[in-house]
Each structure stands twice: as C-alpha cells, then as structure tokens.
C-alpha cells in the first residue's frame, strides 16, 4: 500500500511560481511512474502531467506545457510539479498519483489508470 501526501499549495498572484511536493510511502519507489492531476470545482479531474519511474519520461498536459516541470528524486521518494507563469485558470486542487511502471518508456495519463493517489492540495492564483 503507497501512501502520498501532498504539499506546497497556496495563495500565489497570476505570474507567479509554486513548486508542489508530493512524499511517498509504503511502497518501493523506483517501482512506480507518478503523475500529477487537477480539479477544478465543478469540473472533472484532469491530467496536468506524468513522469517514469526513473524521471527519464515526461509528459504534459497542453495547457501547462512549457510552465510546468514534473520531476523526481528516488533518493527521498518524492515526486515534484514546478508550476511558472500560472494563471487564474490553474486554480485547482492539485492531487499526486502513483502506479505501477511497465518500463522507464511508460507515463500514464489517465485517471484510471492510477492506482494510489494523495489526498490533495490547494493551488488559487489570483488575478
């Protein structure tokens, strides 16, 4: 059982930065590809981005390309999503995801496709 937490959420001005960590336990680390998720209230849970078990693969939403960052580090379990030049529109609650990888080639972009998942943390960007 892998159990994820979430941090790093908050009160950020349009333009700005935050940097989400999400710690991981319970679970040999290095076995699972990771992803990053949004909820937006009243709209469904989206995929923002997904990265392999060794950090080799990304992937990333349209919407985010090119402002956010998935990263890693094995050595302290822990997956991370540097947001930049955030919008109102990513305002959000911000969730971490964990499955089991099928090769360092292999992201995941779907909800279901995710087995484990954190309990979330908030993102509002003001205007």
């Known amino acids: 059982q892998v159990q994820l937490v979430e941090s790093g959420g908050g009160l950020v001005q349009a333009g700005g930065s935050l940097t989400l960590s999400c710690a991981a336990s319970?679970?040999?680390?290095?076995?699972?590809?990771m992803g990053w998720f949004r909820q937006a209230p009243g709209k469904e849970r989206e995929f923002v981005a997904a990265?392999?078990?060794?950090?080799?693969?990304?992937y990333y939403a349209s919407s985010v390309k090119g402002r956010f960052t998935i990263s890693r580090d094995n050595a302290k379990n822990t997956v991370y999503l540097q947001m930049k030049s955030l919008k109102p529109e990513d305002t959000a609650v911000y969730y971490c995801?964990?499955?089991?990888?099928?090769?360092?080639?292999?992201?995941?972009?779907?909800?279901?496709?995710?087995?484990?998942w954190g309990q979330g943390t908030q993102v509002t960007v003001s205007s």
């Open positions: 319970g679970g040999t680390f290095s076995n699972y590809a």
């Open positions: 995801a964990a499955t089991l990888s099928l090769g360092d080639s292999y992201v995941f972009t779907g909800r279901y496709e995710y087995r484990y």
């Open positions: 990265i392999s078990w060794s950090g080799r693969t990304t």
